[in-house]
């Protein structure tokens, strides 16, 4: 997993247990090249919310877990385009037919959502078309 997370195991679980530390909000804005604001509503944070964490230092449980997904997400769009960064962004904040007109990046507030957007990638990547 890039940005210095563990890809799997008990350390990627205890830290997002725990929470990630608040700058990886940042990191991750810059990693995709996008605003912060964009990465905060894919999480499904406020602005409200936003400030809270920035003081605490780090996101709670569930804002993790949406973290760790949208990383994973994009990584799984990189990989779908053949490492064409600018590709997978553009999959990733565009309405997909597939995903019922919705946005990837829209899709990570639920596991529901996530898993659906997770399963039309490896639809993808099998040639299996949506």
């Not at 997002?16 to 912060?36: C, K, N, T």
């Not at 996101?59 to 799984?76: G, H, K, N, Q, Y």
């Not at 829209?106 to 639809?123: N, Q, S, Y």
């Amino acid at each position: 997993m890039t940005l210095g997370l563990p890809s799997r195991g008990t350390r990627l679980h205890d830290l997002v247990r725990e929470g990630l530390p608040f700058e990886y909000l940042g990191r991750i804005a810059s990693f995709l090249q996008v605003q912060r604001g964009v990465v905060s509503k894919a999480i499904c944070m406020s602005p409200t919310t936003m400030a809270r964490r920035a003081k605490a230092g780090r996101f709670d449980t569930i804002e993790s877990d949406r973290v760790v997904a949208l990383v994973s997400l994009f990584e799984e769009a990189l990989s779908l385009f053949e490492n064409d960064k600018a590709a997978a962004m553009e999959w990733i904040t565009l309405p997909v037919r597939g995903l019922g007109s919705k946005r990837p990046i829209d899709m990570l507030g639920t596991r529901v959502e996530t898993k659906a957007v997770f399963d039309l990638i490896g639809r993808l990547e099998r040639g299996v078309l949506v």
